[in-house]
């Protein structure tokens, strides 16, 4: 079965400081993981994935990500936060390409970034 | 490049009711796959078509059914509305790559 966890609902952060949010997976076989970002009254926005390769990914807006195949995890990260960041943040999983396409999303993170 | 697109933006149901929301996918997209998120939750996969055929189902009853259409544009249907069916529904695209999804169908049920 596959899953994902964010352990932390909010995030607070000051502009300027570096963020983290956190997330673990669980899968049967190789993960791919994805980081989506939710504005309010808003879809899900693309973020960055990981598919194979290196274990630090960059992606949009100048977030980058993480990923530890020993401790299952896969944190996003930005060095300098801004205010405009603030949103409701989704970790997904799914297992190898094979079979649907479908993602497993965490319950999400709230960041709050603050001036 | 024209984004995902959802139809409607709102919609209020009573119970009992049926509804039908769609999606028009990115432009290039054969793939269209149909989550609900309820308030304060992560998206939750309903299923998904790939090129109109039903490609993989999540933990949803039969009373959701969706098609898929030649130009990959897609329907989510509902049948005998439930209050627990309130939710945004977001609808994703995509063509062997990350899912674009559109804003979503805010959906009440009274």
Redesign the interface.
């Given at each position: 079965a596959q899953s994902v966890a964010q352990p932390e609902d909010q995030v607070n952060v000051a502009e300027g400081n570096p963020l983290t949010v956190k997330c673990t997976y669980s899968v049967s076989g190789n993960p791919y993981l994805?980081w989506?970002v939710q504005y309010p009254?808003?879809?899900?926005?693309?973020l960055l994935?990981y598919i194979t390769g290196d274990n630090l990914v960059k992606g949009s807006y100048g977030f980058e990500a993480e990923f530890n195949k020993s401790q299952t995890s896969f944190h996003l990260k930005k060095p300098s936060a801004l205010v405009s960041d603030s949103a409701l943040y989704?970790c997904?999983v799914r297992d190898e390409p094979a079979?649907?396409?479908?993602?497993?999303?965490?319950?999400?993170t709230r960041l709050t970034v603050i001036p | 490049e024209t984004g995902v697109t959802q139809s409607p933006t709102h919609l209020i149901k009573t119970r009992g009711q049926q509804v039908t929301l769609r999606c028009s996918s990115q432009s290039g997209h054969n793939t269209v796959s149909w989550y609900q998120q309820a308030l304060g939750q992560g998206p939750q996969f309903i299923f998904q078509y790939y090129r109109e055929e039903e490609n993989g189902r999540g933990n949803f009853p039969p009373r959701f059914s969706g098609l898929q259409f030649p130009n990959y544009s897609s329907e989510l249907n509902v049948n005998a509305l439930e209050l627990d069916d309130s939710a945004l529904y977001l609808c994703a695209s995509s063509l062997q790559g990350p899912q674009f999804f559109g804003p979503g169908t805010r959906l009440t049920v009274l």
């Open positions: 994805f989506y009254n808003r879809g899900l926005q693309f994935k989704f997904a079979g649907a396409n479908n993602l497993f999303f965490g319950t999400g | -």
